[in-house]
Each structure stands twice: as structure tokens, then as C-alpha cells.
């Protein structure tokens, strides 16, 4: 399985890094948000409730780039679900389930890309906090653990898109659950600490996983919420890895066996 | 050991609408077998169910000696597809594609590359090798679809309409290719709604209609059993049909003559030709503007069995 995993994973970045106008909004839009977020809302530090770094706030922009790299990350989910779509459309799908490999690989090699392309992803907002002055609190351990989280949730998106995308058998379909992304999004600790949310959205926030993803990859870049921040991102990220991986094997099991 | 063999082979889809209605197959190692039907006949579906793409629903069905339910993994290593409609991804290269093929198929990379390089050349794509799929030409796509389906020497191919809508030169650079498979000793299960194609191509025709197998045999065995020659007849301006059928009678049986032509006879005996249909005209004093031998076609065999002609019978048909 590894073999033909690793090829798949290998053909679906290849092929994603050919189609710029699918990679291109993954990092376009994020970004944008956080020019908008960074430039009107910097004052939102200063109130009560916003967390302190040795009773100082944290520069809004190193707080925003953890919500940055989280709304990226689940673009990501809908692209690799608007690609698989796009291969089932295509007949590609058909070539791989009839070629003598185990099926469960097609999604794995999927999941595989969607991994890298989230350390691309990631790489980008890494390197806009470096060129905008942001601080990685944690040095480079710090960012192993934005990585490490990163990856795992990237293969948590991705994987609901696969899901999505193995279950519609068509592209429009899962491309209708793009507005999806914000509404997870901002009902979230990504973009505004879970103690500025009024209710309900921070009682939805306290049980959204994507919280405890971004609060994790932020833990080491503005230094706030320690080890136990880091441990819950970790948790949430590989839960919504092995979660996803697991509905996307099972759509997978379903269309083969509705032919 | 038979390449293909299924015995009473079922799909039902939802509503319970039978796709495949209980067909039989038996064919030989190294043999053509031209599956020919129109659209929704089921033939697709057949296909889908023996390179395991589809369960069936009833019967049993062995390909390459593996069961195609129980034993699907074996299946898809000994077999290559071709499916209808080229499936190939417009990102990538001819030979990216390729090589993604032959590492599926398992294959070392060193060995891999080679058998690539082999094939892409065998079907005249190396020049387009390193070029983007999405600016190759239907033929081009479909060449490079079974030089993939080729690319681990599998003993049985499937191709499923792999002419349909090609220019002319395309299909026949294709047909080329199927004909040095069977030099090579290649099983091959073609699907076609071109009877030319089946009767070019095939060692043995199946027609299917409706889900099953309606006629089964060589094209000359089907052409054979559906009749006798004819001779159609164009007589000049002034010349009595009725006076030509009488004189024509002594050769054949009169039938209801079809479009521009005067006079129809079905021949009694094979031996019986054009030759002998101008004397006898001659003798009567009746005379002729066209005449001709008509052989039965395929196309004739399956409007016998199914009682309509073939869409695409007209391409070409001899």
C-alpha cells in the first residue's frame, strides 16, 4: 500500500502545482483577511479578556497568523475535495480503482499530498510573519509544532473534502460547502480569544476543534497557553486526522460498492 | 484454461431494471472477441463487471482463472483496461502518466521507464511524450490509453469502444495496434457499436441486445447463417421489372427490392453470381443500368436478431 500511496501522493501534488488557480485562493484569501484583520482590528487587543504575555498584550498580527494558517488550511480540505471530485468526473477515479492496488490507497496518497501542501501553506504565512516582524516565540521547536499540528489538521480538512467529495460524486457539490469554511471559522478561538465570543458562539467555539488547532499553532509563536495549548492542538488535529481519514475510507467503501 | 468465461452473468441496478440479463461467455486465450451492441445494450456494463469496476449481481464470471468477485485483486493484476471515454489526466504528461501506470502495475522504476519508453514509441507518441495530455488529439488520448492498458504485458485487455468518435486514421492506426495484439497472443475484449470494426478485428462476434447475448459466433458464421448473397438489379428505362423478377426467379427467391433498385433476388446457391444474373436478363431481352452482389453483412445479422440496425452501422460498414 505504500508504494502506490506514495505515487498517488506524489501525481496529486504534482498535478495540484499545476493548477495555480486552485492552490492560489488557498493563500490569497488568508491573507487578505489578515491585512483587513491586522490593519482595522489591532485595537482588539486591548480589551478585557484578551490574553496577556507578561501583562502585555501579544502584537495583533502574530495573534492572527495562526487564524490565518487555519483558514488556509481548510481551503485546503475543500480543494483537495473539489480535485477528487474533479477525478471521479473525469474517469481518472475509475482508472485508479481498476488498477491492481489496494483501494484504500487512493485516499491515503490523497491525504498524503494534502499534508505537504499544508506545510506549503504553512510555509507561506511562516514567512509573511517573518517578513511583517512577527516573532516565533518558540524559535524553531515552536514552529516544528505549528508544522506538526498543521499537517495533521490539514489531513483533517482534507479528508472531510474527500468525504464530501467520494459521497456527491460531483465538484459543484462539495464547491457549495465553501461557505461552510467561515462559518466553522468564526465560530472558533482562531480569529478572537473564546473569552471575547458572547454566546452561543463561544460555547460552540469551546467545542470546535479548529479552537484547540489554532489556539495550538499559536501557543508557539506568541508564547501564550504553554504546553497544555500545544497537547490540546496536537489531540484535536490528529483526532480530526484519523476522524476524516476514516469517513473518507468508508465514502470510499460505499461508492465501490455502489458501482 | 479460457481467458474470459461467465455463466449466467447478472446486473440489476435500482428499480430492478436488468442492465445484464444472464449472459454466457467462453473465449480463448490469444482470440479477439468483438462485443457489439448499441448504446444501453449493456456491453459497458459486462465490461465493468469483468475488470471488477462492478459486482454482479447474479452468475459467475473468471477472467484470466480468477473469480471476479472473490478473487478481484488477481484480476485486476492480469488484466488492462481501456475504458470508454479516455480517462486521462490533462495535467500531466503522456509519460508522467505512463510511468504512474506502471508503478500501480507494481513495476521496479528501471524497468518501468524502459517498457514506457517501448510503448510510447510503439504507438508514435514519443515526440508528444513530455507534452501535457490536455493538448493531445482524441487519437493521441486514445493511443496513449492502450499503450498504458499495455504497459505490464497484461494477457487479457479490455477495450471499451475505444474508436468511438475518432477521425478515420485515427481508428485505423488503432486497429493496427489490435491486430499486432493478437500476433502477440493478447486476449482482447473489444467493445464496439462499429460493425466494421467487430468484422475487421474480431475473431468471434457476441451481439448483445438488451442485456443478453442475442447471436454468437465468427462474423462469417453469423453473416452465413443470416442468408444467402443477393443480387440487386437497376434496369434501363423501358425495361418491365415484373418480366426481369420472372427471369431472375430461376436463380433465387424474389424480395421486396429495396430503395433505387428495380429487382431483388435472394440466390439459391452461393455459386450462383453477377455473371449469371446478366445472362439470364440478356436471354430475356431486358436491359441493365447497375447490377450487384450483395454478401450479407453484420450489420444484416443484427437486425435478424435484434430487429433494428445498428446505430454507426453506416460508418463504413462492408
Same mark, same amino acid.
Given at each position: 500500500?505504500t508504494?502506490?500511496?506514495l505515487?498517488?501522493?506524489?501525481?496529486a501534488?504534482?498535478?495540484?502545482?499545476?493548477?495555480p488557480?486552485f492552490?492560489?485562493?488557498l493563500?490569497?484569501f488568508?491573507?487578505?483577511?489578515l491585512?483587513v484583520?491586522?490593519?482595522?482590528l489591532s485595537?482588539?487587543?486591548?480589551l478585557p479578556?484578551?490574553?496577556t504575555i507578561?501583562?502585555?498584550?501579544?502584537?495583533? #498580527?502574530?495573534?492572527?497568523?495562526?487564524?490565518?494558517?487555519?483558514?488556509s488550511?481548510?481551503?485546503?480540505g475543500?480543494?483537495?475535495?473539489?480535485a477528487?471530485?474533479?477525478?471521479?468526473?473525469?474517469? #481518472?477515479?475509475?482508472r485508479?480503482?481498476?488498477?491492481p492496488?489496494?483501494?484504500?490507497s487512493?485516499?491515503?496518497?490523497?491525504?498524503?499530498?494534502?499534508?505537504v501542501?499544508?506545510?506549503?501553506?504553512?510555509?507561506?504565512?511562516?514567512?509573511?510573519?517573518?517578513? #511583517?516582524?512577527?516573532?516565533?516565540y518558540?524559535?524553531?521547536?515552536?514552529?516544528?509544532i505549528?508544522?506538526?499540528?498543521?499537517?495533521?489538521?490539514?489531513i483533517?480538512?482534507?479528508?472531510?473534502?474527500?468525504?464530501?467529495?467520494?459521497?456527491?460524486g460531483?465538484?459543484?457539490?462539495?464547491?457549495?460547502?465553501?461557505?461552510?469554511?467561515?462559518?466553522i471559522?468564526?465560530?472558533?478561538?482562531a480569529?478572537?480569544p473564546?473569552?471575547?465570543?458572547?454566546?452561543?458562539a463561544?460555547?460552540i467555539? +469551546?467545542?470546535?476543534?479548529?479552537?484547540?488547532v489554532?489556539?495550538?499553532m499559536r501557543a508557539p509563536?506568541i508564547g501564550?497557553?504553554?504546553t497544555?495549548?500545544?497537547?490540546?492542538g496536537?489531540?484535536?488535529a490528529f483526532?480530526?486526522a484519523v476522524?476524516?481519514?476514516a469517513?473518507?475510507? +468508508?465514502?470510499?467503501?460505499?461508492?465501490?460498492?455502489?458501482? | 484454461m479460457?481467458?474470459i468465461?461467465?455463466?449466467?452473468?447478472?446486473?440489476?441496478?435500482?428499480?430492478?431494471?436488468?442492465?445484464?440479463?444472464g449472459?454466457?461467455?467462453?473465449?480463448?486465450?490469444g482470440?479477439?472477441?468483438?462485443?457489439l451492441?448499441?448504446?444501453g445494450?449493456?456491453k459497458?456494463?459486462?465490461?465493468?463487471?469483468l475488470?471488477?469496476?462492478?459486482?454482479p449481481t447474479?452468475?459467475?464470471?473468471?477472467?484470466?482463472?480468477?473469480d471476479?468477485?472473490?478473487?478481484?485483486?488477481?484480476?485486476?493484476?492480469?488484466?488492462?483496461?481501456a475504458?470508454?471515454?479516455a480517462?486521462?489526466?490533462?495535467l500531466?504528461?503522456?509519460?508522467e502518466?505512463?510511468l504512474l501506470?506502471? $508503478?500501480?502495475?507494481?513495476?521496479?522504476?528501471?524497468?518501468a521507464?524502459?517498457r514506457?519508453?517501448?510503448?510510447?514509441?510503439?504507438?508514435?507518441l514519443?515526440?508528444?511524450?513530455?507534452?501535457r495530455?490536455?493538448?493531445?488529439?482524441?487519437?493521441?488520448?486514445?493511443?496513449?490509453?492502450?499503450a498504458m492498458?499495455?504497459?505490464?504485458s497484461?494477457?487479457?485487455?479490455?477495450?471499451?469502444?475505444?474508436? $468511438?468518435?475518432?477521425? @478515420?486514421t485515427?481508428?485505423?492506426t488503432?486497429w493496427?495496434?489490435?491486430s499486432r495484439?493478437?500476433e502477440?497472443?493478447?486476449t482482447?475484449?473489444?467493445t464496439?457499436?462499429?460493425l466494421e470494426?467487430?468484422?475487421?478485428l474480431a475473431?468471434?462476434?457476441?451481439?448483445?441486445?438488451d442485456?443478453k447475448?442475442?447471436a454468437?459466433? $465468427?462474423?462469417?458464421a453469423?453473416?452465413?447463417?443470416?442468408?444467402?448473397?443477393?443480387?440487386?438489379v437497376i434496369?434501363?428505362?423501358g425495361?418491365?421489372? $415484373?418480366a426481369a423478377?420472372a427471369?431472375l426467379?430461376?436463380?433465387?427467391?424474389?424480395?421486396?427490392?429495396s430503395g433505387?433498385?428495380?429487382?431483388?433476388?435472394?440466390?439459391r446457391?452461393?455459386?450462383?453470381?453477377?455473371?449469371?444474373?446478366?445472362?439470364v436478363l440478356?436471354?430475356?431481352?431486358?436491359?441493365?443500368?447497375?447490377?450487384e452482389?450483395?454478401? @450479407?453483412?453484420?450489420?444484416?445479422?443484427f437486425?435478424e436478431?435484434?430487429?433494428?440496425r445498428?446505430?454507426?452501422?453506416?460508418?463504413?460498414?462492408?
Open positions: 500500500m508504494g502506490a500511496s505515487a498517488l501522493a506524489r501525481r501534488l504534482l498535478v495540484t502545482l499545476r493548477r488557480q492552490l492560489a485562493p493563500l490569497i488568508p491573507t487578505l483577511l491585512a484583520n491586522t490593519g482595522g485595537q482588539a487587543t486591548a479578556g484578551f490574553p507578561d501583562g502585555q498584550p501579544p502584537v495583533f #498580527f502574530d495573534f492572527q497568523l495562526a487564524a490565518a494558517m487555519s483558514q488550511l481548510l481551503l485546503g475543500v480543494g483537495t475535495g473539489i477528487v471530485a474533479l477525478e471521479l468526473e473525469m474517469g #481518472f477515479f475509475e485508479l480503482v481498476a488498477a492496488i489496494p483501494r484504500v487512493i485516499v491515503f496518497g490523497r491525504l498524503l499530498a494534502a499534508a501542501i499544508a506545510c506549503l501553506q504553512l510555509t507561506w504565512f511562516v514567512l509573511l510573519g517573518v517578513i #511583517f516582524g512577527a516573532g516565533i518558540d524559535g524553531i521547536p515552536g514552529l516544528l505549528v508544522y506538526g499540528i498543521g499537517a495533521l489538521a490539514g483533517g480538512f482534507a479528508g472531510i473534502g474527500v468525504t464530501l467529495a467520494l459521497r456527491a460531483n465538484a459543484s457539490t462539495v464547491q457549495g460547502f465553501f461557505p461552510l469554511v467561515f462559518v471559522l468564526f465560530l472558533s478561538s480569529f478572537f473564546e473569552a471575547l465570543l458572547s454566546s452561543p463561544d460555547v467555539a +469551546h467545542y470546535n476543534p479548529l479552537s484547540y489554532a489556539n495550538g509563536i501564550y497557553g504553554g497544555k495549548a500545544v497537547l490540546e496536537f489531540a484535536a483526532g480530526l476522524l476524516f481519514a469517513t473518507a475510507t +468508508h465514502a470510499l467503501r460505499g461508492r465501490l460498492r455502489a458501482g | 479460457l481467458a468465461q461467465a455463466n449466467g452473468l447478472q446486473r440489476a441496478f435500482k428499480g430492478g431494471i436488468k442492465a445484464v440479463d449472459i454466457d461467455l467462453s473465449i480463448e486465450q482470440e479477439i472477441y468483438g462485443f451492441g448499441p448504446n445494450a449493456g459497458t456494463t459486462t465490461v465493468r463487471m475488470v471488477t469496476l462492478l459486482l447474479g452468475g459467475s464470471a473468471t477472467v484470466a482463472g480468477h471476479v468477485a472473490k478473487e478481484a485483486g488477481a484480476v485486476r493484476r492480469r488484466i488492462g483496461v475504458l470508454q471515454e480517462a486521462l489526466d490533462s500531466m504528461t503522456g509519460n502518466l505512463m501506470q506502471a $508503478t500501480l502495475q507494481g513495476m521496479k522504476t528501471d524497468a521507464k524502459k514506457c519508453s517501448e510503448l510510447i514509441e510503439r504507438v508514435g514519443t515526440d508528444a511524450g513530455d507534452r495530455v490536455g493538448g493531445y488529439s482524441g487519437g493521441m488520448k486514445r493511443r496513449l490509453d492502450l492498458a499495455l504497459v505490464h497484461p494477457s487479457v485487455l479490455f477495450l471499451d469502444e475505444p474508436t $468511438t468518435g475518432l477521425d @478515420p485515427s481508428r485505423f488503432l493496427q495496434e489490435v495484439l493478437r502477440e497472443g493478447t482482447v475484449f473489444l464496439t457499436q462499429y470494426e467487430a468484422d475487421q475473431d468471434r462476434v457476441g451481439i448483445i441486445a442485456g447475448i442475442v454468437e459466433g $465468427t462474423p462469417e453469423l453473416k452465413r447463417e443470416s442468408g444467402a448473397n443477393h443480387i440487386e434496369l434501363l428505362e425495361s418491365d421489372p $415484373t423478377t427471369a426467379s430461376s436463380l433465387g427467391e424474389p424480395m421486396e427490392a433505387k433498385h428495380d429487382v431483388s433476388i435472394r440466390l446457391e452461393p455459386g450462383i453470381g453477377v455473371a449469371d444474373a446478366v445472362r440478356d436471354d430475356a431481352g431486358l436491359e441493365v443500368a447497375e447490377i452482389l450483395v454478401k @450479407p453483412s453484420l450489420d444484416d445479422v437486425m436478431k435484434t430487429g433494428h445498428l446505430e454507426g452501422s453506416g460508418d463504413g460498414e462492408s
